[in-house]
């Protein structure tokens, strides 16, 4: 007992819980629930991965690793009860663009990723982050994510079969009879009703009802014993560990790609951030965000290390606030997190069951959630709705993140000078509108 009591102490001082108002049973209660609201990603991250070539088994591996690593340094060294993982939006922009769009093979889109990591984390160190944040307006910000949403819902769209190719319209309506559709239908009616009744792990119960579904109806393979279900040692990243092609990346002319990574990660990490810790009452009466440098230089050393794991960026995830409304306040909820992580490398073989169709309905209901904040963006002043209307559109249209910033800075920065308001376009923006411009050019 008294050892216990005395490693209760060691957590309480270490994580300053009593500072913080909170103890070792709610920071662990937080963690749990924190990892069931996002457990999904160890389903479809590797399911994304896969389609740009990534060896599947592998990709389970790495995302797991990768997550519950970069989630341990956020709870050790920033203090913060933010769990981190491979992205939505960034995984499929690296596999649908990147691997797809652009033929490029996976290797060489991990080059891309360490590529941008190392950026972010100059950006970081050089504090030249918050130039960057403040010159893109709030309007092009908010475009950003809800195009990005709006690309990965199609993307899950394209998952589901409910939308197929088609040479009169170029995209049309599926069979919505075929069983693998209707499947995806369940899935995506079944988690949204989950959803809607703010339902802790809504989106991971959906994959399961989903995959199970399709076991009974005979779909998906089912397990026939212990051993297909728990695995016997530790899934390993054999061929994704290291596989980056740094030179491969460099060669290509890397400045769109490394640039929308970055951009990308920049801000999205940077919203999640600002977001979380306001709910975890760790900003400052001054509006200065607690330990922020730590957490954006762990963010940075994810990414630098998810491409030498073999998995696209990582990120700040969003559904942390799952665990921060439970109580989380400290990094205990994160190390929580983590351990979690570690302890599903055992169950790695069921993840590798779950098929394709089944997650792809989370992708277009991450994809709603991220559409939401369109309310927030000023379409009354044209100069302002125009670029982000071009953001958005661009992005699903052009299956290209990239090109949406492309169009959405461009726009922006000539727009508002032609109309007399050039004094809102910082030198920063026309730097980067310009060197989009002459990327336009160049592939033209």
Same mark, same amino acid.
């Given at each position: 007992?008294?050892?216990?009591?005395?490693?209760?102490?060691?957590?309480?001082?270490?994580?300053?819980?009593?500072?913080?108002?909170?103890?070792?049973?709610?920071?662990?209660?937080? /963690?749990?629930?924190?990892?069931?609201?996002?457990?999904?990603?160890?389903?479809?991250?590797?399911?994304?991965?896969?389609?740009?070539?990534?060896?599947?088994?592998?990709?389970?591996?790495?995302?797991?690793?990768?997550?519950?690593?970069?989630?341990?340094?956020?709870?050790?060294?920033?203090?913060?009860?933010?769990?981190?993982?491979?992205?939505?939006?960034?995984?499929?922009?690296?596999?649908?663009?990147?691997? =797809?769009?652009?033929?490029?093979?996976?290797?060489?889109?991990?080059?891309?990723?360490? %590529?941008?990591?190392?950026? %972010?984390?100059?950006?970081?160190?050089?504090?030249?982050?918050?130039?960057?944040?403040?010159?893109?307006?709030?309007?092009?910000?908010?475009?950003?994510?809800?195009?990005?949403?709006?690309?990965?819902?199609?993307?899950?769209? $394209?998952?589901? =079969?409910?939308?197929?190719?088609?040479?009169?319209?170029?995209?049309?309506?599926?069979?919505?009879?075929?069983?693998?559709?209707?499947?995806?239908? %369940?899935?995506?009616?079944?988690?949204?009703?989950?959803?809607?009744?703010?339902?802790?792990?809504?989106?991971?119960?959906?994959?399961?009802?989903?995959?199970?579904?399709? +076991?009974?109806?005979?779909?998906?393979?089912?397990?026939? =014993?212990?051993?297909?279900?728990?695995?016997? !040692?530790?899934?390993? +990243?054999?061929?994704?560990? /290291? $596989?980056?092609?740094?030179?491969?990346?460099?060669?290509?002319?890397?400045? !769109?790609?490394?640039?929308? %990574?970055?951009?990308?990660?920049?801000?999205?990490?940077?919203?999640?951030?600002? =977001?979380?810790?306001?709910?975890?009452?760790?900003?400052?009466?001054?509006?200065?965000?607690?330990?922020?440098?730590?957490?954006?230089?762990?963010?940075?050393?994810?990414?630098?290390?998810?491409?030498?794991?073999?998995?696209?960026?990582?990120?700040?995830?969003?559904?942390?606030?799952?665990?921060?409304?439970?109580?989380?306040?400290?990094?205990?909820?994160?190390?929580?997190?983590?351990?979690?992580?570690?302890? !599903?490398?055992?169950?790695?073989?069921?993840?590798?069951?779950?098929?394709?169709?089944?997650?792809?309905?989370?992708?277009?209901?991450?994809?709603?959630?991220? +559409?939401?904040?369109?309310?927030?963006?000023?379409?009354?002043?044209?100069?302002?709705?125009?670029?982000?209307?071009?953001?958005?559109?661009?992005?699903?249209?052009?299956?290209?993140?990239?090109?949406?910033?492309?169009?959405?800075?461009? !726009?922006?920065?000539?727009?508002?000078?032609?109309?007399?308001?050039?004094?809102?376009?910082?030198?920063? +923006?026309?730097?980067?509108?310009?060197?989009?411009?002459?990327?336009?050019?160049?592939?033209?």
């Amino acid at each position: 007992m008294q050892v216990q009591t005395g490693q209760t102490s060691l957590l309480e001082r270490f994580f300053q819980l009593r500072e913080k108002n909170t103890t070792v049973r709610t920071e662990v209660t937080a /963690g749990i629930t924190t990892f069931i609201a996002l457990a999904y990603i160890m389903f479809v991250n590797p399911n994304i991965l896969a389609e740009a070539g990534v060896p599947k088994e592998a990709a389970i591996a790495s995302t797991i690793w990768i997550a519950a690593l970069s989630t341990m340094v956020m709870g050790v060294f920033a203090n913060y009860p933010v769990a981190l993982a491979p992205g939505m939006g960034l995984n499929a922009f690296f596999a649908y663009y990147v691997c =797809g769009v652009l033929h490029l093979h996976w290797t060489v889109a991990l080059g891309a990723v360490f %590529f941008s990591g190392i950026l %972010f984390l100059l950006l970081t160190i050089s504090h030249v982050r918050q130039a960057i944040i403040h010159a893109v307006p709030q309007n092009l910000r908010v475009a950003i994510g809800v195009g990005i949403g709006l690309f990965i819902a199609f993307v899950g769209l $394209k998952g589901t =079969g409910l939308i197929v190719s088609d040479p009169a319209t170029f995209i049309t309506l599926g069979h919505v009879t075929q069983p693998t559709t209707a499947l995806s239908l %369940f899935g995506l009616v079944f988690t949204g009703a989950l959803m809607a009744r703010n339902v802790q792990g809504a989106i991971l119960l959906g994959i399961i009802a989903t995959t199970l579904l399709s +076991m009974v109806l005979g779909y998906s393979p089912v397990p026939h =014993g212990l051993f297909d279900m728990v695995s016997t !040692s530790v899934p390993h +990243m054999g061929e994704t560990f /290291g $596989k980056l092609d740094i030179a491969g990346a460099w060669n290509y002319g890397i400045f !769109s790609i490394i640039f929308t %990574f970055t951009v990308v990660e920049l801000f999205d990490n940077m919203g999640t951030l600002i =977001g979380l810790t306001s709910k975890a009452k760790l900003v400052k009466p001054d509006g200065e965000i607690e330990n922020l440098d730590r957490a954006l230089t762990t963010d940075a050393l994810g990414t630098i290390c998810s491409a030498i794991f073999g998995t696209s960026t990582v990120t700040s995830y969003i559904e942390s606030a799952a665990g921060i409304a439970a109580g989380g306040k400290t990094g205990l909820t994160a190390v929580t997190v983590s351990v979690l992580f570690l302890l !599903s490398l055992l169950f790695a073989p069921l993840i590798g069951l779950v098929p394709g169709f089944a997650t792809a309905p989370p992708l277009i209901l991450v994809g709603a959630l991220m +559409m939401s904040e369109v309310g927030k963006i000023n379409f009354q002043d044209f100069t302002d709705g125009l670029p982000a209307f071009l953001t958005i559109i661009m992005m699903p249209l052009t299956s290209s993140i990239a090109n949406g910033f492309a169009f959405g800075f461009i !726009s922006f920065a000539f727009i508002k000078t032609l109309s007399g308001k050039r004094h809102e376009v910082s030198w920063i +923006m026309w730097l980067v509108s310009i060197a989009f411009l002459i990327n336009l050019f160049m592939r033209s």
